[in-house]
């Protein structure tokens, strides 16, 4: 069966609109701060559907374009001024970032009050300590998919292939709290099919087409695919052997129409909780 993240992030956006028309009844309109440096053609479709989200829901969003020749210190002086504007209660910048920016150091600069995406080191901390409000919208969308579906996640087998920083890693700790048991894997591990013929739930986050063949995978077990590769013909693909492993697997996401939706319903859902937590103050 397949796992449609598209309907449900419809679900979760319709949802998410009457708390953003009663907080725009109490005077405050949520709003989003999308940055965008350079001119790759991916980061624009990215950023123009995560604005267009933002419209269906009635959120403001603000993008602030920039070329690629922006210096770091620059960027980081815009999202300073951007922390301290009361009107903006979440920041975010659309990665990859040009070479001379560190990711690491602007997801830093980011208050960790606006931020959206959930990179900052403070909120990744609050994860593991179990007092997060807001979590990586990847992984989030991919734990509320299941949840939906009724999958059982707790003492379950869950292998996570690919450890980044925004999808794996962050994964792998909220798994935990789910009280799965979890294995990540990586472009180092030796035998990786072993560790995902052992999954009941097998996510792959890696960018590789092809890479979960159907032997790799558990006769009636849940496959997550994360990746989203682009073929030379254009067509959209994930990292899972779709049409092969649809008729072993009990649940599949397809690609597209599973985790990239549930990935931008997500980032929704930490704006609201962020404008919310901003009338508390
Ligand atoms: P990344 O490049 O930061 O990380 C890739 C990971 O894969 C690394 O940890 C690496 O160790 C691992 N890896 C590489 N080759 C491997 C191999 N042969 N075997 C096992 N592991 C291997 O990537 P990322 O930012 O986490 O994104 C991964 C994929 O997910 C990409 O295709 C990206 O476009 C997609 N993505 C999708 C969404 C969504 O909303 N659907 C969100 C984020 C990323």
Do not use: W
């Amino acid at each position: 069966m397949l796992l449609d993240g598209k309907a449900f992030s419809e679900k979760v956006k319709s949802q998410l609109k009457n708390k953003v028309d009663k907080l725009r009844k109490n005077g405050i309109v949520p709003a989003l701060a999308v940055i965008i440096v350079g001119d790759d053609p991916a980061s624009k479709i990215y950023v123009k559907n995560k604005k267009k989200a933002c419209e269906e829901i009635g959120i403001y969003s603000a993008e602030y374009a920039f070329k690629s020749d922006i210096t770091q210190e620059e960027l980081l002086e815009f999202i300073s001024d951007l922390n301290g504007n009361k009107e903006i209660h979440g920041i975010l910048t659309q990665l990859p970032l040009p070479k001379h920016i560190d990711p690491l150091i602007v997801a830093e600069s980011i208050s960790p009050a606006k931020d959206v995406d959930c990179f900052n080191e403070i909120n990744i901390g609050k994860i593991s300590s179990g007092r997060a409000k807001i979590f990586p919208c990847t992984p989030a969308g991919i734990i509320e998919l299941l949840k939906e579906n009724n999958i059982k996640i707790e003492g379950k087998a869950c292998t996570i292939v690919g450890r980044s920083n925004i999808v794996g890693k962050p994964l792998s700790l909220m798994l935990l709290n789910e009280n799965a048991t979890i294995t990540v894997c990586h472009s180092k591990t030796e035998n990786l099919k072993a560790f995902c013929k052992q999954a009941d739930i097998l996510i792959s986050a890696v960018g590789r087409p092809g890479l979960i063949t159907e032997d790799m995978v558990k006769e009636d077990s849940i496959v997550v695919d994360v990746g989203i590769n682009r073929l030379s013909s254009g067509k959209l693909c994930g990292d899972v052997d779709f049409d092969k492993i649809i008729g072993k697997a009990k649940f599949i996401t397809p690609v597209p129409g599973g985790v990239g939706p549930m990935t931008i319903a997500m980032l929704m859902k930490n704006l609201v909780i962020l404008a919310e937590e901003f009338t508390k103050r």
